[in-house]
Nanobody
């Protein structure tokens, strides 16, 4: 079992920044890939960014490229999402997710590939 706890959400004005963190505990001795998803009211849960176990390979949705950065600290079992130049359309509940086991250089873009999910953290961007 893996437990995930997100933090860092909140209310920010358009153009501002937020940093989300996700702390993993449990079966963290197994290599795992991680991802950040978001879900806005009435919409499907969508992938925002994903990162491989090694941290060397990353994926970003087109809507966040150049604004968001995903990073991973395996020593601390955390994954972060730095969000800059936020827009009102970024408003959603953000979830971190873990896929294990995984190879060192693979990231996953399908939500069905992930085994464990956090409880979510609300991000609200005002115009």
């Amino acid at each position: 079992q893996v437990q995930l706890v997100e933090s860092g959400g909140g209310l920010v004005q358009a153009g501002g920044s937020l940093r989300l963190s996700c702390a993993a505990s449990g079966r963290t001795f197994v290599s795992y890939a991680m991802g950040w998803f978001r879900q806005a009211p009435g919409k499907e849960r969508e992938l925002v960014a994903a990162i491989s176990w090694s941290g060397g390979n990353t994926y970003y949705a087109d809507s966040v490229k150049g604004r968001f950065t995903i990073s991973k600290d395996n020593a601390k079992n955390t994954v972060n999402l730095q969000m800059n130049s936020l827009k009102p359309e970024d408003t959603a509940v953000y979830y971190c997710a873990v896929r294990l086991p995984s190879s060192g250089r693979t990231y996953y873009t399908n939500k069905d590939d992930y085994n464990y999910w956090g409880q979510g953290t609300q991000v609200t961007v005002s115009s």
